[in-house]
């Protein structure tokens, strides 16, 4: 594994434990030899007659499979797939020993397979952290939801989209939401929330991000020693 980030590391961590086996496995075996053709003799069988049957003969193909072939992976890589898993592991490690909704914040950013206990998690935790203006009770639902599109927008950036804007978000709550915001009021309604909520996120962010960045400075340290 290539330690150049805590958001790398944190999404190959988590794909190659548990999120995506079974692609890993399809990956090694697109990537594993093709037997050569030359590698396969065709051999003449005899079928003795039974009753009335006449002697058969056809062709079969008998196949030299050489060791290194079959084998699951080359020669000289068990020690450096060793390093790779034992990696792994320190990393799981340290996401485990954040609180639980932090860890679920950052799946929702990070985790190749994201799923909606993800997001719940990561929505409820923003929503305790932010300071929600004094709002009306319509208002304060459409604030509510706004904190759903900022992790998104967010969650667009550090994957390396553009930061969504206000036709973006009031489409994006029109579209999921079924609710309405006039982006010409912007300024006025919701610069202000989505300023802070971005703020919280950021924050939240660097706090899951920290043991993560701890197992990569403790590894290179380590090579380098």
């Given amino acids: 594994m290539k330690l150049i980030n805590a958001r790398q590391v944190w999404t190959e961590a ?33 079928f003795a007659a039974l009753g009335d049957d006449k002697e058969e003969r056809i062709q079969i193909v008998r196949q030299k499979i050489s060791i290194s072939e079959s084998r699951g992976a080359p020669i000289g890589r068990s020690t450096a797939r060793a390093a790779h898993l034992a990696t792994i592991g320190k990393v799981l490690r340290a996401i485990d020993t954040l609180p639980f909704q932090v860890q679920q914040f950052g799946h929702f950013l990070y985790h190749p397979m994201m799923t909606m206990q993800h997001v719940m ?60 915001i006039d982006p010409k009021n912007w300024t006025r309604d919701w610069l202000d929330l989505w300023e802070s909520l971005k703020s919280v996120i950021a924050e939240v962010d660097i706090q899951a991000q920290q043991p993560v960045w701890q197992v990569i400075h403790a590894e290179k340290e380590e090579e380098a020693a």
Avoid: C
Wanted: glycine share 4%.
């Fill in 121 to 180: 998690n990561a929505v409820l935790l923003v929503a305790s952290k932010a300071e929600l203006p004094d709002l009306t009770s319509a208002k304060r639902v459409k604030a509510h939801y706004l904190v759903t599109l900022a992790l998104q927008s967010y969650k667009a950036q550090v994957s390396g989209a553009a930061e969504w804007g206000p036709a973006r978000v009031a489409a994006e709550m029109e579209s999921f939401f079924g609710v309405t």
């Fill in 14 to 46: 988590q794909h190659e434990s548990n999120a995506a086996i079974s692609a890993v496995a399809i990956d090694k075996a697109q990537s594993a030899p093709i037997k050569k053709g030359a590698r396969m003799r065709r051999h003449e069988a005899v």
